[in-house]
T-cell receptor
Framework: DAGVTQSPTHLIKTRGQQVTLRCSPK?????VSWYQQALGQGPQFIFQYYEEEERQRGNFPDRFSGHQFPNYSSELNVNALLLGDSALYLC??????????????FGSGTRLTVV | QKEVEQNSGPLSVPEGAIASLNCTYSDRGSQSFFWYRQYSGKSPELIMS????GDKEDGRFTAQLNKASQYVSLLIRDSQPSDSATYLCAVNRQGGKLIFGQGTELSVKP
């Protein structure tokens, strides 16, 4: 049973560029949440997708956008990259129903470095 | 005030000792509470969940919840060097998102 898979694992981008990160949820999960984790900090909620719609959004600018596909996989797009966007980006999936009552299963993350 | 607060540590304990990790939260409506373990450079791994006041034990781990005090803790008995990691407290906000604390770094010395 595949867990949450994320790609790519590492990425280096230049300021001002755009990046797309991808996530496939665990089998049986239909909700995908994205988190940004800066070095030495806890994960910060970016947004959550359920039934192909953005359900909730954290305190992130519009440069951060996402999408969920009919197979529940998801993409995170970041435009006009800033140095401060350098972080570990985590995708998390949760059980059917779109709740986090039973916690999340995290993917291995994408390490984004902006230079 | 942060929604979920943890002591950042580092917390250092000798091998075999009990490690005690603490977390407070601000939203009284929170119903579900989680502890994640994160090794350096890796993603968080769920180790404990607790939903009711009191203690919940799983092997060497015990989670404690006190909703009146808005406090949740994690005890690790017989700490091992392999327990050295950052421990993240997470709280389920209404609407289905988890809010994380900043994490407590635990170091278990042989």
């Amino acid at each position: 049973d595949a867990g949450v898979t994320q790609s790519p694992t590492h990425l280096i981008k230049t300021r001002g560029q755009q990046v797309t990160l991808r996530c496939s949820p665990k089998s049986g999960h239909d909700t995908v949440s994205w988190y940004q984790q800066a070095l030495g900090q806890g994960p910060q909620f970016i947004f959550q997708y359920y039934e192909e719609e953005e359900r909730q959004r954290g305190n992130f600018p519009d440069r951060f956008s996402g999408h969920q596909f009919p197979n529940y996989s998801s993409e995170l797009n970041v435009n006009a990259l800033l140095l401060g966007d350098s972080a570990l980006y985590l995708c998390a999936s949760s059980l059917v129903g779109g709740t986090a009552d039973y916690g999340y299963t995290f993917g291995s993350g994408t390490r984004l470095t902006v230079v | 005030q942060k929604e979920v607060e943890q002591n950042s540590g580092p917390l250092s304990v000798p091998e075999g000792a009990i490690a005690s990790l603490n977390c407070t939260y601000s939203d009284r409506g929170s119903q579900s509470f989680f502890w994640y373990r994160q090794y350096s450079g890796k993603s968080p791994e769920l180790i404990m969940s607790i939903y009711s006041n009191g203690d919940k034990e799983d092997g060497r781990f015990t989670a404690q919840l006190n909703k009146a005090s808005q406090y949740v803790s994690l005890l690790i008995r017989d700490s091992q060097p392999s327990d050295s990691a950052t421990y993240l407290c997470a709280v389920n906000r209404q609407g289905g998102k988890l809010i994380f604390g900043q994490g407590t770094e635990l170091s278990v010395k042989p």
